[in-house]
């Protein structure tokens, strides 16, 4: 994930450090984690950090909850059928984990930052089997909660830790 951030990163020459710290956070899979992650490599003090991922994060979810559906339909009719079913079936995987426990299932799905996990993927899965949008957004809300402070520990906390013990 570095990697693909640095990348991201070293096209984006010129922008602001935290327009692009924004994006990131605003794109699937990458997210908040992905965020915090760039935000830290590129120097950005985690307090200011923090509101800019959470934001960019939160800013997708209430159109993927409200209208996904309907662009899935419509796009089922168009060349982009592909990738509709591969969505589809990505949030299936998802929903096998969640709908055990449903808000609570959601929550962790979110908050717990595993490859394929996340507020975007959540949301799909919370939209496509019918979640009420009220138990959907705070799950998902409390998940990225939960999500930032375990990738603020991995992406500020831990190299402030390492560079205590190394003494750099």
Known sequence: MESIIQSLVNSMNGIPKELI???????????????????????????????????????????????????FKALKNTRFVKLIDRLEAKAEKGAKKIMKY????????????????????????AALFHFKVKDAVLSILGGLILATCIMCFISYGLPYLVMMITGQ
């Open 21 to 71: 710290v924004f994006i990131i956070s605003m794109t699937p899979v990458l997210e908040l984690r992905g965020g915090l992650i760039a935000a830290s490599l590129l120097g950005i003090d985690i307090w200011k950090a923090i509101p800019i991922c959470i934001v960019g994060n939160i800013l997708p979810i209430p159109f993927i909850l409200l209208f996904i559906e309907r662009i």
């Open 102 to 125: 449903k808000t609570w299932g959601l929550f962790l799905f979110v908050g717990i930052p595993l490859p394929g996990t996340g507020a975007w993927t959540g949301s799909l899965v």
